[in-house]
């Protein structure tokens, strides 16, 4: 079956295609991309002026599944991903048991193809359990289908653990995700290092924590040629790290977390749990650098960072409450209120979370191009809407976006040309 899709302003930062035509779909990849009328098709949809752009690839989701179903599943959180336009999600390994072997990589993979609505990519565990103490099976759970490898939440202690791991990374073309942080400076950190966490009785985490992990996870990725994401940037000192060992011709990428661009330290207000996240959200004019690196194209990749947890692990005391915030269908609507707010043009916020974080991984994804998969999104970039936790598809619904009024709103989401999602106003 055939489908087309006229009358949208056709959106591709891949090419910087910003024009009003139509897209045909045939036998789950895109035929054309076209200036013109709808091409003759079995099934046509008017997009009535909406945005049609690449369904979005996040690289950084959690699940509880397995182990942890009551906090998550693969089945709902696609279906929390497809009602916020993304497509294509990695999803992490610290899952109970950890995701360390090749068994547990390809029960991901199966149970992605039964139940998800979305594309599910296993990410391998760095280390076994997660504990830092002996490399994973890095080789074999990359031939069962493992896109990258990381330690989670915690960076791997051990310096020359990490080189080994790098170097043998290295040798079988596998990339490793590090989140940079120095435990000893970070410690039991719950917000941002500074004057607000120390009215708010609270200990801080220094952005010094963030940039000396980054200089030794750089170093290391230099020395051995591996391919390094540094994971969930927050400050625009490690995204200077990162570049200047770029520029030396090391391959390094930096993601940042689509809460991080949008909050700062302040929204933490009166103890609100659901603000509490790792790396915290920091200060004002931290936010702002960070916002200008996204503009100067040096984030590579903007993630959900969704972190189901269960009312029980919030509603405590801010200092003893989980990390962690559910973001799969606020990501789109964040990064929106850069451009409504003027840093960013529409391909700018598209480019960190359609076509780079594809290329990143080497997935067909990510643009509308001939051939491409038809993986794709209608969404109205200005639509408003309230975030009500409550009314997140997600099982876990610790949004710190809730009660928040946003712009932008998917409407329709395709995975591989099927409707995946349809917002209830087309009902």
């Known amino acids: ?15 910087g295609l910003d024009t009003f035509g139509a897209l045909l779909i045939e036998d789950g990849l895109i035929r054309e991309v076209s200036p013109e009328g709808a091409p003759p098709a079995d099934t046509v949809i008017d997009a009535n002026g909406l945005c049609l752009a690449p369904g979005l690839v996040d690289l950084r989701v959690k699940t509880g599944e397995p182990g ?14 497809v009602a916020g336009g993304i497509t294509s999600f ?8 950890v995701i360390d072997d090749v068994a547990l990589v390809r029960f ?21 359990g997660l504990k830092g103490e002996a490399m994973a099976e890095i080789g074999l759970m990359a031939e069962a289908g493992a896109v990258l490898f990381t330690n989670g939440d915690l960076p791997v202690a051990n310096a020359s653990l990490l080189k080994r791991a790098m170097q ?5 073309g596998a990339i490793i995700m590090s989140r940079p942080d120095e435990r000893a400076l970070a410690g039991s950190g719950v917000m941002n290092a500074g004057a607000l966490a120390a009215r708010m009785g609270l200990s801080g985490i220094p952005v010094e924590a963030e940039t000396i992990g980054a200089m030794r996870d750089t170093a290391l990725a230099e020395a051995t040629g591996c391919t390094l994401i540094l ?50 959200f920091r200060d004002e ?15 590579d990749a903007v993630v959900s960072a969704h972190d189901p947890q269960p009312p029980e692990e919030k509603r405590l005391p801010f200092g ?13 609507p964040a990064l929106l209120s850069l451009v409504h707010d003027g840093p960013l043009s529409l391909l700018e916020a598209l480019a960190p979370i359609t076509c780079r974080p594809a290329a990143m991984l080497g997935l067909p994804q990510g643009r509308l191009a001939r051939g491409a998969p038809a993986d794709v999104i209608l969404f109205d970039p200005g639509k408003p809407w309230l975030c009500d936790r409550e009314h997140l598809r997600s099982r876990s619904t610790n949004s710190p976006f809730d009660g928040r009024r946003l712009q932008g709103r998917v409407m329709r989401t395709f995975v591989g040309g099927q409707q995946v999602f349809a917002h209830e106003s087309l009902a």
């Open 168 to 172: 043998y990374a290295k040798s079988r």
């Open 320 to 332: 003893e409450a989980a990390f962690g915030a559910a973001g799969l269908e606020t990501v789109l």
């Open 231 to 280: 994971d969930q940037v927050s400050t625009p000192r490690t995204v200077e790290v990162a570049m200047a060992a770029r520029a030396r011709g090391a391959n390094i990428f930096t993601t940042a977390a689509a809460h991080s661009l949008f909050f700062n330290e302040r929204d933490v207000g009166d103890y609100l749990t659901y603000c509490k996240v790792n790396p915290p």
């Open 90 to 97: 990695v999803v992490m390994p610290d899952t109970r048991p």
């Open 108 to 128: 991901i993979a199966d149970r992605a193809k039964t139940s998800a609505w979305a594309n599910i990519y296993p990410a391998g565990a760095l280390t076994t």
């Open 1 to 15: 079956m055939s489908l087309a899709i006229h009358n949208a302003r056709l959106l591709d930062p891949a090419t």
């Open 285 to 299: 004019d931290t936010r702002q650098g960070l916002i200008a690196a996204l503009k100067r194209g040096e984030i």
């Open 68 to 81: 942890d179903e009551q906090k998550e599943t693969l089945a709902t959180a696609s279906r929390s991903a």
